[in-house]
C-alpha cells in the first residue's frame, strides 16, 4: 500500500467555484502534513501546513483527520491562477522523509 | 534571502555515464533532501544530509551517492545511468529537526539517451 494516496483527477472547474481534494495516508504515527502546489515543469512550492485544529490562509482552507487518516485541501473562489497541481506531503515521526502523494491536476476554467 | 538554487538546468547523458547533480540550501538551512520525480508522479525520496552526514535513504539503489560540504551544499551522483533515470532531480532544504517544511530548487531535468 502507498504510504500517501490522491486522486490524481483532473478537476476542471469554473472561476470562482469552490473545490476540495483529499488525501489519505498509511502511517498513523505520521506526525507532520502539508500541501505543496506545483506548476507545469516547476519545483513544488508550500501552499500550507496542515495542523491538528485545520488552518486557513486567506481563500485555501487545510484540515486534517486522524482518525480516519485523511487530510483535504479547500479552496475557495477559484481564479484562473490556481490551475496547477496539489501535492499532498507526510512527514511520519519514524523518519525525516516526505512522502509525496502522486498530486492532484486542477484546471480553472474561464 | 537566497532560495534553493540547484545546477546544472538540463542535463543530457548515455547509458552507462556518470553524472552530478549540485544544490546550495536556502540561507539559514542546514538539511538537504533529494528527489526524483518522474514524468506524472509525485517526488521519491533518495536520501537526506545533516551535518555533512547521510541521515536517512530511500529506496533507491547504491549507485545513487550524496555529499554534503561544510558550507551544507550538497552533490548527488548517479554512476551508471540507465534510461529509467531520466527524471526531474530536486534539491529540498530545511532548517534542523523533524516536521519542518521543505523547500525545494528549480530542479535538474535529466535525460539519459
Known amino acids: 500500500r502507498k504510504e500517501v494516496e490522491q486522486d490524481p483527477g483532473p478537476f476542471n472547474v469554473p472561476e470562482g467555484a469552490t473545490v476540495a481534494f483529499n488525501c489519505t495516508y498509511s502511517?498513523?504515527?505520521?506526525?507532520?502534513f502539508f500541501w505543496y502546489r506545483q506548476d507545469c515543469r516547476k519545483e513544488p512550492k508550500l501552499l500550507m501546513s496542515?495542523?491538528?485544529s485545520g488552518n486557513e490562509d486567506g481563500r485555501f482552507t487545510a484540515q486534517l483527520n486522524r482518525a480516519s487518516q485523511y487530510i483535504s485541501l479547500l479552496i475557495r473562489d477559484s481564479k484562473l491562477s490556481d490551475s496547477a497541481t496539489y501535492l499532498c506531503?507526510?512527514?511520519?515521526?519514524?523518519?525525516?522523509?516526505?512522502?509525496f502523494g502522486t498530486g492532484t491536476s486542477l484546471t480553472v476554467i474561464p | 534571502d537566497a532560495g534553493v538554487t540547484q545546477s546544472p538546468t538540463h542535463l543530457i547523458k548515455t547509458r552507462g555515464q556518470q553524472v552530478t547533480l549540485r544544490c546550495s540550501p536556502k540561507?539559514?538551512?542546514?538539511?538537504v533532501s533529494w528527489y526524483q520525480q518522474a514524468l506524472g508522479q509525485g517526488p521519491q525520496f533518495i536520501f537526506q544530509?545533516?551535518?555533512?552526514?547521510?541521515?536517512q535513504r530511500g529506496n533507491f539503489p547504491d549507485r545513487f551517492s550524496g555529499h554534503q560540504f561544510p558550507n551544507y551544499s550538497s552533490e548527488l551522483n548517479v554512476n551508471a545511468l540507465l534510461l529509467g533515470d531520466s527524471a526531474l532531480y530536486l534539491c529540498?532544504?530545511?532548517?534542523?529537526?523533524?516536521?519542518?517544511?521543505?523547500?525545494f530548487g528549480d530542479g535538474t531535468r535529466l535525460s539519459i539517451l
Open positions: 496542515v495542523y491538528s
Open positions: 506531503v507526510v512527514n511520519p515521526d519514524t523518519g525525516n522523509q516526505f512522502y
Open positions: 540561507s539559514g538551512h542546514d538539511t
Open positions: 529540498a532544504s530545511s532548517l534542523g529537526g523533524k516536521h519542518q517544511p521543505q523547500h
Open positions: 544530509y545533516y551535518e555533512e552526514e547521510e541521515r
Open positions: 502511517n498513523s504515527a505520521s506526525q507532520s
